[in-house]
């Protein structure tokens, strides 16, 4: 089974006939090619042409992230399952402006609804969340009869800051108080959290894609532009709460990172090398994890449940089945 490679130190990434290493002060550490999905790169490292090449044949794409773990961009590897039809049938999703909408629709409800999901499991731990879950099902009646994508991004908007709401019940650690929700640069340690999370979420979920016939320039929740990606955005939001959240609240609760794994930079603040090993440790676990799934009758990873979703994202635009978002049921 193939797996990510996250890098954090200085270093080169460089090619010896048909292996792949990364060398740095510590020394050598080889990369199973074959074993290789993605390479998540933290730290400064250089690479060559020739190191391309053979990523590209090899089919193994490479995530690059800022001093702060702040997603920047991705090699992607020619796209090897490139379809002309597909690419011709997510364009016709996205101009036509009622079956955008309609996509748009499924993703924002699919959050709605695992995020109730969470904070449901944190009320039946005895957390007073009730408040919260009542204003976002409000919220979530309201999606349906949404006229376009500004007025959905707000229903969106909403709920998350109703969620967010939740988190300081549910973390209840005052150097991990939520206040609000602030980004690039974060302000505080949680929020820090949440931005390193979700960018790892961004480039995991792009990483599927790429396994898949579906162009990740195409999204339909957030507008295609002139930004690399998009589609990973809205395919994301379905997971965050159930992936990204689940394991920021396991992090803190078992006292995995606390105060101490923050630090203060000219830009803003950042999660010591430390912190984020733990958040991937844990994020891989989560990952790996399986559960029941009702439909296949048996077992899956999280990891496989994103590539699931996309692969009923591409059935809906080829018009064979219409998509339904994953909603979790624990």
């Given at each position: ?8 130190s ?19 550490r080889?990369?199973?090619?074959e074993n ?8 400064e ?5 020739r190191?391309l090449?053979?990523i ?11 001093h702060?773990?702040?997603?920047i961009?991705?090699f992607?590897?020619r796209?090897?399952l490139n379809?002309?039809f597909?690419?011709?049938?997510q ?9 955008r909408l309609?996509?748009?629709k ?10 109730q999901q969470t ?5 039946n731990?005895?957390k007073?969340?009730e ?5 976002i099902?409000?919220l979530e009646?309201?999606?349906d009869v949404?006229?376009d ?5 707000a ?8 969620y ?7 973390i ?7 206040v609000?929700?602030t980004?690039?640069?974060p302000?505080n ?6 931005s390193?999370?979700?960018s ?12 898949t ?7 339909y929740?957030h507008?295609t532009?002139?930004r690399?990606?998009?589609?990973n955005?809205?395919?994301?939001e379905?997971?965050?709460p159930?992936?990204?959240?689940r394991?920021i609240f396991?992090l803190?609760?078992?006292n ?9 930079n ?13 958040f991937i440790q844990e ?7 399986t559960?029941?799934h ?5 077992k899956v ?5 994103i ?7 591409q059935?809906h635009i ?11 049921r624990?």
């Amino acid at each position: 089974m193939k797996r990510p490679i996250y890098i954090f130190s200085d270093g080169e990434l460089k090619r010896k006939d048909n292996t792949l290493y990364f060398e740095s002060e510590e020394g050598k550490r080889y990369i199973p090619v074959e074993n290789t999905s993605e390479i998540h790169v933290f730290g400064e490292t250089d690479l060559n042409k020739r190191f391309l090449e053979f990523i590209t044949r090899t089919e193994i794409i490479i995530h690059f992230y800022n001093h702060y773990g702040y997603y920047i961009g991705t090699f992607y590897p020619r796209e090897h399952l490139n379809s002309g039809f597909i690419i011709l049938k997510q364009a016709e999703h996205y101009l036509n402006s009622e079956k955008r909408l309609e996509l748009a629709k499924k993703f924002v409800f699919g959050a709605s609804k695992n995020i109730q999901q969470t904070i449901r499991y944190y009320i039946n731990r005895g957390k007073d969340l009730e408040d919260v879950e009542k204003n976002i099902k409000i919220l979530e009646e309201r999606i349906d009869v949404c006229n376009d994508i500004d007025e959905l991004m707000a229903i969106e908007g909403n709920t998350r800051e109703y969620y967010y709401m939740a988190f300081d019940e549910i973390i209840q650690k005052p150097e991990f108080k939520f206040v609000e929700r602030t980004r690039r640069p974060p302000r505080n340690n949680l929020n820090t959290m949440i931005s390193f999370g979700n960018s790892i979420m961004y480039t995991t979920t792009l990483s599927e894609i790429y396994k898949t016939h579906l162009d990740p320039r195409i999204g339909y929740l957030h507008s295609t532009n002139f930004r690399r990606f998009t589609l990973n955005l809205d395919v994301s939001e379905i997971f965050k709460p159930i992936i990204i959240d689940r394991v920021i609240f396991t992090l803190l609760g078992r006292n995995m990172i606390n105060g101490d794994d923050f630090e203060k930079n000219m830009g803003g603040l950042l999660m010591k090398e430390k912190a984020k090993k733990a958040f991937i440790q844990e994020l891989e676990d989560k990952l790996r994890t399986t559960i029941k799934h009702r439909k296949l009758g048996k077992k899956v990873s999280y990891r496989r449940l994103i590539r699931m979703e996309v692969y009923k994202l591409q059935k809906h635009i080829i018009g064979e089945e219409k998509y339904e978002p994953f909603v979790a049921r624990w």
